[in-house]
């Protein structure tokens, strides 16, 4: 008899490796920021050992299904050295709308509202516009505070990446207190410092330029 968990579990493995694949095909630095995201989350919820309302791997899809939106972003507005127009920006804004039509009716429907929240902010600011900050819950901040943390250890079109320790302390505690307080916030303090301080994701750091806005 099939255990009908493993066999969700093994679904969404290989789905997740086409999700991989479609990522890596269309745009090489959205495929290693999406890992890299993936990897945090996962780090965060194991490292902590607080509840996220995810488990390890729940956090590591919805951090690889996050920008999935971005596939329906042209490469011009993606690799972008300089900044965004308006125009583009409305574009670029599209994509967690994008991401959560993408996974209607998929096994990813469940991280739809994940991605559809991860650039919306507790003070109600970011996008999409019109959102109530009351829907990000534990879940959303995780991931938006994973795609945060990767932001700015990986290269962007713009800039190169923060490489200074204590710069990046500082930067990890802003983002820690920007979704979380209490326990919750120390643990991602000392669980992303941790994984930082010995190198943990740095083979997803180099050799990229990064897409995340
Ligand atoms: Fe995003
Ligand atoms: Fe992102």
Redesign the pocket.
Known sequence: MIDKKALDIALENNSLILVQKCLHARNLHLYR?SIL?AEIAWDIVVGSNKDFGFSATQAYMAGML??VGKLFVQDRILDKRHPLTEREWEVMENHPAWGHDYVQGTIFEPYGDVILHHHKLPDGSGYPKGLAAELLDDRVRLIAAA?KI??FIEDRPYRRRISHQALINREVRAVAELYFDGEKKEAIIDTVNGAITVERWTSLCKEQTGV?R
């Open positions: 920021h995201t996050h920008d795609d990767a932001a995340c």
